[in-house]
């Protein structure tokens, strides 16, 4: 049988496909030498925050323990903070006058110890306006990696399918040897060194070839990425780059509570709860994960997570695993503001089927869900039609916003507890259990658990102790932002106080001695001319500072007509603006337009109707034209943009007017905050409302009725009531 190859063509064909066997065996190992780069990054970040710990301790703490260090001499030599210290060596501190050998390595051994307590504390915070050396490393490396996972899944792939047939081929193309060696071959051995050769060949004009260039010229790209490509790709998707991180390097974000304050033997149970996210189209947090498990496990809960930390999704996620094991039927309750937003957030992070069950066709559409399935997305005023059969059950009932049926009797109260009926699990989800008196979270727990709400009444006056908080641990779940999303970028609040001008203190000062309570809330706002506003003139630098940095605004005002002079100063740099009047089909659609607008666009929103519910992490400015009477009012507002998916810092800015009102306005409102966030830190409610009463801003207009008499020469009234 003659030789249709020749021997160098054999040889070079073997050493080729040798090299690409190879080749993809090493793009296919890179993945763990990404995890050890990013481990190395994260390491270098966290030692340069410790480095800056460091750095705000003098010299002088080495001596604290009373160890009796030459300080002096350290300080004169440029050791100035324990971070200069960690800078240096034994060696160059015993070089110091004064320092021996024995107490250079004392120094160091008690600086590192410094430097190892420092380190837990730590809690990095990545975002795209905080690009230093060390976080653009760390976002390159993890950016590469989540790359070389796809690279390695290719490359399995191509060596599970490729690999025995080449080295098959090759093995028998090696056995063919030269000219001489070719004429003793059997028949047999001669037929296969064909077959091989010819498979070898077709390969390198196949399909095989093309997947090979393909590998290795991203392998390349993933080595060459650029930092600006990898903060492009952070910006994207946030939270994958997270999660990798959590994985990676456990507790570098804060988040070491592995069962988020729950019991010990709750959260065993609660850790082997099965989750089959098949069908769910988003990454979740771990802490999410955790919230879907405790849901499931618990089945009657009361979700109160701070806003911001995706209650919605974990309500989807679990719905997602419920009709992955069997289940057919869910139902959404929720403000008729959020409904559309609830529709599309179902089907943007899930597969589920919706159906909205709300105005002319909620009959229709309701006959419609009982018998094909899926979520029913309706209101709570709707939920007085929602008529099933007595027989009829349901999956999951999902009550947002459950605040809302805090009162027993009321009648969307009674509705939704008719509903609940029908469901073999009831969510109820609120971000602001806490503004709320104990005995309201009490009322909801007793919608879910009456036997837990029984046993904790009477015991709301210790609703702070580890006792309390144990006893509703099964039914009541809580976490705030700081303690499982501490890599959120960071909130930035600024109180931009303006002078009046010589028209608006003279309007301002008439809605004083008028006692027009409204009119002096809107100080600067109420003038003729916005021109003549210096709030105004003020919000214009802002936004136009916004739109060159690349940032889109929110504006929040209580006050129609402030809204409404705003949109007209502004023109086609805004939206239109959303109020309590804009239906919430509309609503959403200004939301999608902001979303697609460009940087410097302006969203002007009442703060009652765009602070509740509404998703709008786009902008990263926020403006509240004046002070709310309720703290929560604005945090629920602030919460709109600084939420889980934002990657810039949120810049909170507060316009105020000096010598008016607003100044006792926040003293007071600020003494507030500190009282309710004390309360908020042991996760319960508020026993005292926050909200500043007519009777408070009464005194608080008279004391400035007085103060402007007393300015223009008239002797102010005695007995003035001071808040």
């Not at 400015?621 to 602030?638: D, G, H, R």
């Not at 006792?664 to 409302?689: C, G, H, P, W, Y």
């Not at 926050?690 to 402007?708: C, H, L, M, V, Y």
């Amino acid at each position: 049988m003659a030789r249709p190859f020749s021997a160098s063509d054999a040889r070079q064909l073997t050493e080729e496909y040798g090299k690409v066997l190879n080749a993809l065996q090493t793009v296919e190992g890179t993945v763990p030498g990404y995890r050890e780069q990013i481990k190395a990054a994260a390491d270098a970040l966290i030692a340069k925050e410790v480095l800056a710990v460091l750095r705000d301790a003098p010299v002088e703490e080495l001596n604290r323990s009373g160890r009796g260090f030459h300080v002096k001499a350290l300080r004169d030599h440029g050791y100035r903070t324990i971070a200069d210290l960690a800078a240096a060596n034994v060696h160059s501190l015993a070089s110091v006058y004064g320092i021996s050998e024995d107490a250079a390595v004392s120094i160091m051994r008690i600086v590192n110890d410094m430097a190892a307590k420092a380190r837990p504390g730590i809690k990095i915070r990545l975002s795209t306006d905080n690009k230093t050396r060390e976080s653009t490393i760390l976002v390159t490396m993890i950016s590469r990696f989540r790359r070389s996972e796809r690279l390695g899944i290719a490359c399995s792939n191509l060596l599970g399918e490729y690999r025995m047939p080449i080295e098959d081929a090759i093995s028998a193309l090696s056995v063919s040897g030269n000219g001489l060696k070719w004429i003793f071959l059997s028949r047999e051995k001669k037929q296969d060194a064909i077959r091989a050769y010819q498979y070898l060949s077709d390969l390198k004009a196949g399909a095989f070839r093309n997947h090979v260039n393909a590998v290795f010229a991203e392998f390349d790209a993933v080595n060459t990425l650029p930092a600006d490509e990898a903060w492009r790709d952070f910006e994207k998707q946030p939270i994958l780059f997270f999660n990798i991180l959590e994985e990676i390097v456990p507790g570098m974000l804060g988040n070491d509570d592995s069962v988020y304050g729950l019991p010990e033997d709750l959260a065993q149970e609660i850790q082997e709860e099965a989750f089959f996210p098949d069908g769910l189209t988003c990454a979740l947090r771990r802490y999410q994960e955790w919230g879907v498990k405790y849901i499931l496990h618990q089945e009657r809960v009361l979700l109160g997570d701070e806003m911001g930390l995706g209650k919605t999704v974990q309500a989807i996620a679990a719905m997602v695993s419920l009709r992955n094991t069997g289940a057919t039927h869910f139902v959404v309750v929720c403000p008729a503001s959020v409904l559309t937003n609830w529709i599309r957030e179902i089907r943007k992070m899930s597969k589920l089927n919706t159906i909205k069950i709300h105005g002319a066709g909620r009959s229709g559409a309701l006959k419609q869900w009982v018998k094909t399935g899926g979520v029913a997305v309706t209101t709570y005023e709707t939920t007085a039609y929602f008529k099933l059969p007595e027989d009829f059950m349901f999956s999951l009932l999902v009550v947002d916003e459950a605040h809302y049926i805090k009162n027993p009797e009321a009648r969307r109260t009674v509705n939704t507890k008719e509903l609940s009926m029908h469901t073999e699990r009831l969510l109820l989800m609120t971000g602001t259990a806490l503004e709320n008196r104990v005995d309201e979270m009490v009322s909801l727990i007793r919608i879910l658990r009456p036997q837990i709400a029984s046993q904790i009444h009477g015991m709301e006056s210790l609703s702070s102790a580890p006792r309390f908080r144990q006893i509703i641990a099964p039914v009541y779940y809580r976490r705030k932002r700081e303690d499982v999303l501490t890599e959120l970028p960071e909130l930035i609040e600024a109180q931009e106080w303006c002078t009046l001008n010589a028209t608006e203190e003279e309007v301002y000062e008439q809605a004083v001695l008028s006692k027009n309570f409204a009119a002096v809330r809107r100080v600067s706002w109420n003038v003729d001319d916005l021109k003549d506003s210096s709030k105004a003139q003020r919000m214009l630098e802002l936004i136009e500072e916004a739109g060159s940095d690349g940032r889109k605004v929110i504006v929040f005002s209580f006050f129609l007509d402030t809204i409404r002079k705003i949109s007209l100063m502004l023109g086609n740099r805004c939206t239109d603006p959303i109020n309590g009047s804009v239906p919430p089909q509309r609503r959403q659609e200004i939301l999608d337009e902001f979303e697609a607008a460009p940087a410097g666009t302006v969203l002007v929103a009442q703060i009652q109707s765009g602070g509740t519910g509404l998703n709008i992490q786009s902008a990263s400015v926020v403006i509240l034209c004046e002070p709310q009477f309720k703290p929560s009012t604005e945090n629920q507002a602030i919460s709109r943009a600084y939420r889980m998916g934002q990657t810039r810092n949120v810049l909170v800015y507060r316009l105020l007017c000096e010598n008016t009102a607003e100044e006792r306005l926040m003293e007071i409102l600020e003494t507030k905050q500190r009282t309710f966030n004390a309360f908020a830190d042991q996760s319960v409610a508020a026993m005292e409302t926050k909200e500043i009463d007519d009777k408070t801003f009464g005194n608080i207009i008279q004391a400035e009725i007085d103060r402007i008499k007393a300015k223009n020469g008239v002797q102010p009234q005695s007995g003035t009531n001071q808040p």
